[in-house]
């Protein structure tokens, strides 16, 4: 990769940094003024209300991004298209609570947008020797794809800079691989233009945080993160698809977890609780920046895992992804993750 290619990664990242980071403020009030604040409740960590809409800054930092950096193509309208659509659901869910079947269609509505429009499919998987073409179940298998990106971050964003930090994370490590891989391309332009516009949000979200993402930032973040992953590697191999799946190692644990949790309750999946990953380490006792720390640290070391994979260092890719999983495996059996121990042995007792 040449110098003219450096410089515009580094314009890239600067220029939304810098927008964002300043257009906040702005954001801050227009929050305040419509009532689109965070009330605190016991489930939630936060003990003041706060401002949300910050999802609004960045993706306002996307777009002028895009004019700045971007070229128009209809792959390029329908993401402008289904991200519009993502974040006016967002923005009037954080002003005044829309029901889960209405943001479930406009998530599903923008799904289907960029899949048939901008015909961003996973339409065939190489794996172990065999080639699956995937046919019309590609339309399928590439919407659940994208509204489970989308469900992940908004289900992680329950601590100041958590969410906004996992997705920073995700957009730095498919940038790096696309600068190792030699890729320009549309993937190339968006991941850093998304990279900074997080980043000049995060200055005001990491904790303690001043305004808070909302739905219109988690969810657009998901979309965004789903969007450059199908952009990146729309003839798939196993190792390609699960590279981006691996750096979401986090959000995808802590959503099947949550799934689990609540079957097992026998509640709707969809019900908030305050067993998630990070409150489980809040319970150890860890602070909240603390908490937010780990995370990260846990994330950045799946990331690692990932590029080094993505360099064909397979080997020890794997070595790392097995030691991780096992790290994983023995959080889960010393927390309440999936079941909550104590009312367990109790309804136990109970029956005897």
Do not use: W
Not at 61 to 72: A, I, K, R, S, V
Not at 235 to 251: M, N
Not at 307 to 313: G, K, N, R, S
Not at 333 to 338: E, F, G
């Amino acid at each position: 990769m040449g110098q003219d290619e450096i410089t515009k990664i580094f314009l890239m990242i600067i220029t939304t940094f810098l927008f964002v980071a300043i257009l906040i403020p702005f954001i801050k009030k227009i929050a305040i003024h419509v009532g689109a604040l965070d009330i605190p409740n016991k489930r939630k960590v936060h003990s003041k209300p706060m401002p949300r809409l910050g999802g609004l800054a960045i993706f306002f930092g996307f777009l002028f991004g895009y004019m700045l950096f971007g070229e128009p193509s209809s792959t390029m309208n329908s993401i402008l298209i289904g991200s519009f659509i993502i974040v006016l659901t967002g923005a009037i869910d954080d002003i005044k609570p829309l029901k889960a079947s209405v943001k479930f269609a406009a998530q599903l509505m923008a799904a289907i947008v960029v899949t048939c429009y901008g015909k961003l499919l996973i339409q065939d998987i190489t794996a172990f020797g065999f080639y699956l073409d995937l046919g019309l179940f590609a339309y399928p298998i590439t919407i659940f794809f994208i509204l489970g990106c989308l469900n992940c971050i908004n289900l992680i964003d329950g601590l100041d800079g958590l969410a906004a930090g996992i997705s920073s994370i995700y957009f730095a490590t498919i940038g790096i691989i696309s600068i190792i891989m030699g890729k320009t391309g549309l993937d190339f332009v968006l991941t850093f233009i998304m990279l900074g516009s997080v980043l000049g949000f995060l200055v005001h979200n990491f904790y303690p945080a001043s305004i808070f993402a909302g739905d219109s930032g988690s969810l657009f973040m998901g979309f965004m993160i789903a969007v450059i992953a199908l952009l990146g590697f729309k003839s798939v191999t196993l190792t390609s698809l699960i590279i981006p799946l691996l750096i979401l190692a986090i959000p995808i644990l802590d959503t099947v977890f949550a799934i689990i949790r609540r079957l097992l309750k026998g509640e709707k999946i969809s019900k908030p609780d305050k067993s998630h990953l990070h409150h489980q380490l809040l319970n150890k006792n860890f602070s909240h920046r603390t908490t937010v720390l780990i995370i990260y640290g846990i994330d950045i070391l799946f990331a690692a895992a990932s590029i080094i994979y993505a360099l064909h260092d397979q080997k020890l890719g794997y070595i790392i992804y097995t030691i991780l999983t096992v790290i994983v495996v023995i959080f889960v059996l010393k927390t309440d993750i999936i079941v909550d121990k104590a009312s367990f042995h109790k309804k136990h007792n109970q029956e005897k």
